[in-house]
């Protein structure tokens, strides 16, 4: 009886230690409340709107979010920190939107205590879009006060007898009415919020010094007179993380045009797909075709793919078609760093990743060439240190390497075709390979190549294994 007493006690005070960490996280089970928001009940675009709000809670508190949503979608929040029940406030930014209408908008707000517990509010909030009463274009030829065009709500126009066809500016915004923000208009595809070194490009064809018309409308960002960067005659669309593409048929040898980018000077232009006239044209030296455009703002380079229908291309090994592709890396020894890339191996080095791997130009009848730069997208091999280059037959895979036969490589120095003297500056490698399956080109450990000299590599596929030959390009 006494075992049957002492086992029951002992039952007693397990459920008591349980109820009594039961009912603990009960009482840290405390949704914080929102007791009160305050906001106004109409703001415009670009507006910084304030806003109170009191959170009650007996439990510490993390956090209380104030979100904008527009139709649904998340464009803007604040976060405000807070441990304690209290009366917080600050501003929320409204965003400008391109081309919506005015409307009702969402405010979620957001109370969550230190044990992730939450409650949430939301009220509606009429957006606006603004009727500056003038734009200012900003240029290096002067301010010019751009006023609104009669019987049109958001279109904003200046006229002027500009003393050159080209120029580039960018359009402010001023503050409006109590909560409002200045804010700039510009970009290669024009954007709000730019940063005042986001020039907008404004060309005419009319004569230098004769009176024309800059207008941009707040709505729609339509511009004019604007050139909108494209590629032979095809706009690129927005960015998005610094990147547009076009794709387009292209016909071999024939001019293009590369236009809005006031930068262009300073972008690469690959040498292996454009040949550079004196006047500063291009044209296109790959085969008729397909190809996609990148314009990486970033890099600051076009990178040209061929494709296959709506894919990039792979090769096709019966019709000797289609795209052959380059990567490389450290070659048979050593551990040179970032040895090979587009377009440079210091800001964009392969490093046999597949991603990073880039076309060759097919020229037709099986023939494809590659033009490397050395001391730019491929570095120089020093003592003990050479670079590998391989070739495949898949855009963005390394698993099919092509079987290559080197025919004709480069002696002397730097690159002079020349069997009889000389050092190779080239050779090809079948040892173990991980990534090339044991055939790819190294350059000759410590073998000079020349500072800004360019290496074309020609593929015929018309042979198995494919035959290489390296040759310089005369500056």
Known sequence: MESMSLKKSFLFLIFAVILFFSCNNDDKIDIPQISSFDIVEQACMADSVPFSVTVNADYPMNSVRIQFYSNNEKVSERIIPVNKSETCSGKLYVPFVKGIDDGISEVRIIAKNKNFDYSTKSVSLQIVRPKFPYLTLKTAYGDFRMEQVPGELYKYAVDYAFPVQEFSGIIEAPAYGDNGNSFYFGGLTVKENALPVDSILF????????????????????????????FDGVEFPDYADGLAVVEKDFIQDRQIQIRGFLDIAEWWIDPTFFDTDADGSYKFRAANGKYRVTADSNLKFFRIEPMNGNVLADFDPVAKTGGLWVNGGIGDM??????????????????????????????????????????MTIRQSTSGNTVGIAFYQNSRSLNNPVMLNLVQT???????????????????????????????????????????????FTLDTNYS??????????Q
């Open 410 to 456: 480069l002696y002397g120095n730097p690159g002079v075709e020349d069997s009889s003297g000389g050092s190779e500056r080239f050779m090809l490698k079948t040892s173990p390979n991980a990534y090339s399956q044991g055939y790819y080109i190294a350059t000759g450990s410590n073998r000079a190549l020349g500072g800004g000299q360019k290496y074309v």
């Open 334 to 375: 050593g551990n040179l760093p970032n040895p090979l890339g587009i377009p440079s191996y210091e800001t964009n080095a392969c490093l046999w990743d597949p991603a990073k791997s880039f076309a060759m130009a097919p020229m037709g009848n099986g023939i494809y060439q590659v033009k490397l730069i050395s001391e």
């Open 203 to 230: 060309l005419t064809d009319l004569p230098v010094g004769e009176l024309y018309t800059v207008s941009f409308d707040i709505r729609s960002y339509d511009i004019e007179p604007f050139v909108k960067p494209s």
């Open 465 to 474: 294994p494919v035959q290489v030959k390296i040759s310089r390009e005369e």
